[in-house]
């Protein structure tokens, strides 16, 4: 199947700074890839779909000021949780869409962990 | 909007017992896909199920999708430490919609 990386795969950062997470879809390309987030225990929750060349869509509730998604290339996400804090603290995963005749597949990335001091 | 719920939330298992994980959906979904994310792991992919009332076979895992769509079940037979993980089931309500994951069940099987 094609492959999804993330990078990196965990960060410890203090309250405050930013943080910037990679996906990249390496033998495919993907006009639309998918942000999620996981706490412990907890089932993936999509944060916000994103398309190449356009903004991301989130979902109800995400604050999009906070998550920053740029799509710039067909192969590349990136999410940046800006001043993040404590609460921001879960595991982001990133899946990538691949079109394909009789439809399409989603294959996710390792995921990132993410911790705020 | 939509909501998929899995039933039980966890379960605790001797090896060599069976487990089954049931998956409903609100709403009429077009396809339906079974993920496994094991304990700090990513979900990985499984299988994906598409028309009413399918039945699919991995060794010891049986994948059903419902007469209506809207639930499914994964059935694993004589379960080993191996399975141990928590299952998601993901639908979508179009092929062309987002993928609404499940609440997960937890497996956890001991010797």
């Known amino acids: 199947g094609a492959v999804v990386s993330q990078h990196p795969s965990w960060v410890i950062c203090k309250s405050g700074t930013s943080v910037k997470i990679e996906c990249r879809s390496l033998d495919f390309q993907a006009t639309t890839m998918f942000w999620y987030r996981q706490f412990p225990k907890q089932s993936l929750m999509l944060m916000a779909t994103?398309?190449?060349?356009?903004?991301?869509?989130?979902e109800q509730g995400v604050e999009k000021d906070k998550f920053l998604i740029n799509h710039a290339s067909l192969t590349l996400s990136t999410l940046t949780v800006t001043s993040a804090h404590p609460e921001d603290s879960s595991f982001y995963i990133c899946?990538?869409?691949?079109?394909?005749?009789?439809?399409?597949?989603?294959?996710f990335g390792p995921g990132t962990r993410l911790t705020v001091l | 909007g939509q909501q998929v719920m899995q039933i039980p939330q966890y379960q605790h298992v001797q090896e060599g017992e069976d487990f089954t994980t049931y998956c409903n959906s609100s709403t009429t979904l077009s396809n339906i896909q079974w993920y496994k994310q094991r304990p700090g792991g990513h979900p990985v992919f499984l299988i994906q199920l598409v028309k009413s009332g399918e039945v699919k076979k991995q060794k010891r895992l049986t994948f059903q999708f419902g007469e209506a769509k809207k639930n499914s079940s994964l059935h694993i037979t004589a379960t080993q430490t191996t399975d141990v993980g928590t299952y998601f089931c993901a639908g979508r309500k179009s092929t062309a919609s987002k993928l609404t994951f499940g609440t997960g069940t937890r497996l956890q099987v001991t010797l």
């Open positions: 994103s398309n190449e060349g356009s903004k991301a869509t989130y």
């Open positions: 899946s990538a869409r691949e079109r394909r005749e009789g439809g399409d597949e989603q294959f």
